[in-house]
């Protein structure tokens, strides 16, 4: 018998629950909790079974976790709330004998900082404890470092350039809305770029290093280098890589409502006082853009998203490899009232816990995913929504 707990009732979290509650042989039981009760009962209404149960709880507060998890005692936790919320939910983790799974690194909410040291740290606890904690298990971070791991399993004695190219070539007919979390998104998209390369960190201005690349069933699209949490775990654990690099698509309106809402300080994270009351310029946005959650209803398109990697065969000889998913907005909601980038996400979560609770990534002590083996979870996405390709020895652009 195995429990969930998903702490997040957002657009992840819905995908979390409706996949987590399609494979009952593996989650018996499911709680759902977040800081707004009525949502994740709302979502556990739309699944409709009698397996899944609902609680609130502040995830800032450590007391009111660690409720939580002697109420419910899970056997593992998948946090799908906000990147803010991490350190305490790994607290309450270790205080109660939970192990832990999420899909974004910790940052401070003062400062937009993307680095694992901070979850890093509780390596050592976590290994006292008897307790695994995977990190960073959604699309990217997640499954683009399991793809980059059953490259060097399958096919390279070296890697030697590693690039993750994301791409939503989707249309959700507004003129400007994030796909996920608009803070946590803004607050990405809005830092300065940075890439690995000889070993040292190069860094460039916000979004200025860009060039069209083609994505499989979609054709060519602008992509943006930018600086994403998983080149920092990817290159200390492949250290061949000599050059690793983060693209991602991104439209023209895109770009120029993103500037006007910088350039107008609305994408600032210092406070400000408004008629006698403290508010955050881009928490204040995000409660007027529209919510994640409702863009799937009329969204059109795909995404495209995986690894170009070269180096040497297993023979020693160059070969260039893209391993990469295609994901339908439409039938990802059709499945769970979700759009794909939601989908993208969620379905790893699940299938990142589903492994642990299996016996196939449990290992104590804290991991991103790239450390465990590739095949079995692969082997899954292929089953749970998210098959895969790959393109051998073809012209990878980059
Ligand atoms: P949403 O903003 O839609 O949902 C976040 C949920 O967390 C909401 O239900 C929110 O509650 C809840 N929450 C926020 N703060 C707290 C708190 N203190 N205590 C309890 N619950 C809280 O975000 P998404 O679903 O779009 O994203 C979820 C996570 O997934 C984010 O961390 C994001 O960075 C990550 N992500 C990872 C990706 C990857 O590929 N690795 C891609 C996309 C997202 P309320 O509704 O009350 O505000």
Redesign the pocket.
């Known amino acids: 018998m195995s429990k969930v707990l998903i702490?997040?009732?957002?657009?992840?979290?819905t995908v979390v629950a409706h996949k987590c509650a399609q494979n009952p042989e593996v989650f018996n039981e499911i709680v759902l909790a977040?800081?707004?009760k009525s949502?994740c009962d709302a979502i556990a209404k739309a699944i409709g079974k009698d397996n899944i149960t609902t609680d609130s709880?502040?995830?800032?507060s450590v007391p009111q976790l660690v409720e939580l998890f002697k109420k419910h005692n899970p056997d593992i936790v998948i946090n799908?709330?906000?990147?803010?919320?991490d350190l305490t939910i790994m607290d309450a983790c270790l205080e109660c004998g939970v192990n832990y799974l999420d899909?974004?690194n910790y940052e401070p909410l003062d400062e937009a900082k993307y680095q694992y040291s901070w979850q890093w740290a509780y390596k050592e606890r976590f290994e006292q404890a008897g307790l695994t904690a995977i990190l960073?298990c959604?699309?990217?971070?997640?499954v683009s470092g399991v793809y980059t791991a059953y490259a060097a399993k399958h096919h390279f004695s070296e890697m030697h350039h590693l690039d993750i190219v994301d791409c939503n070539a989707g249309n959700h007919g507004k003129a400007f809305a994030t796909n996920?979390?608009p803070e946590?998104n803004i607050r990405e998209i809005t830092q300065r770029g940075k890439y690995y390369q000889d070993g040292k960190w190069i860094e460039t201005d916000p979004l200025s290093v860009h060039r069209p690349l083609n994505y499989p069933n979609i054709g060519a699209r602008e992509s943006y280098l930018m600086y994403h949490e998983e080149l920092e775990s990817l290159t200390k654990n492949f250290p061949t890589i000599k050059r690793a690099r983060f693209w991602m698509t991104f439209g023209q309106e895109y770009l120029t409502h993103l500037r006007v809402i910088q350039d107008i300080g609305m994408a600032s994270i210092v406070p400000i006082n408004y008629n006698g009351q403290e508010i955050v310029p881009i928490q204040f946005l995000k409660a007027v853009l529209p919510n994640?959650?409702e863009l799937g209803q009329n969204y059109t398109g795909e995404t495209s998203i995986g690894c170009r990697i070269s180096g040497l065969d297993k023979e020693g000889k160059p070969m260039t490899y893209y391993i990469y998913n295609n994901c339908s907005h439409h039938e990802a909601f059709l499945e769970t009232g979700m759009q794909a980038?939601?989908y993208?996400?969620g379905v790893p979560a699940m299938t990142g816990a589903m492994m642990f609770l299996q016996g196939k990534w449990k290992r104590p002590g804290v991991w991103n995913v790239e450390e465990f083996d590739p095949d079995p979870f692969l082997e899954q996405l292929n089953v749970q929504g998210l098959p895969w390709h790959e393109i051998i020895n073809e012209d990878i652009e980059l």
């Open positions: 702490i997040g009732a957002g657009g992840v979290g977040s800081r707004t949502k709880v502040d995830a800032d799908v709330a906000l990147p803010y919320q899909t974004a960073g959604g699309f990217d971070p997640g996920f979390n946590i994640p959650k980038v939601s993208t996400t």
